[in-house]
């Protein structure tokens, strides 16, 4: 089995009264983020870990903030893009591993359904996405409320 890595890392700084989607779920919240797209920050870093294990560039070359068609898109079109790619070149996913850190709110309660959105647009079970929720301990932008970051990685094979 021929099988690679990619890794992911996005970023979105939070604005008051957006919607906050994370991994394809809505979470109600009184910041959302601030972005070209809907802001699915989880979603953009796993994105970018599908694409790096490819060497086929970053989110940004495939989907261009400065393109219209992109504007306010759900990303989960854009994970549907991006998976298709990877089936498109004989590979599969095979994990995805993605940690969240956001000071509040609290995610443990919505990681279930994050899990099983991905996992759908994905065409895989849910068992093999693994979503992880952390603080910064109110340390940096993230512990100071201004934004999210979100680390992926995947493993993806072909036969």
Do not use: W
């Not at 070209?36 to 994105?47: M, Q």
């Not at 590979?91 to 850190?101: F, G, Q």
């Amino acid at each position: 089995m021929d099988i690679r890595v990619g890794n992911g890392y996005d970023v979105h700084a939070l604005g008051e009264g957006l919607k906050l989607v994370l991994a394809g779920v809505e979470i109600p919240h009184t910041h959302g983020c601030i972005a070209h797209s809907d802001g699915d920050v989880a979603i953009h870093s796993l994105c970018d870990a599908m694409l790096g294990a490819l060497a086929l560039g970053d989110i940004g070359k495939h989907f261009p903030d400065n393109n219209n068609e992109f504007k306010g898109i759900d990303s989960t079109i854009l994970l549907e893009r991006v998976c298709r790619l990877v089936n498109q070149r004989g590979y599969r996913l095979i994990n995805a591993d993605i940690t969240i850190a956001m000071q509040s709110p609290k995610l443990a309660g919505y990681i279930p359904a994050m899990r099983e959105r991905i996992a759908q647009v994905c065409g895989v079970e849910s068992d093999r996405i693994s979503v992880k929720a952390t603080t910064t301990e109110k340390l940096g932008f993230v512990g100071r409320r201004e934004g999210v970051e979100v680390y992926s990685v995947v493993l993806i094979g072909r036969d």
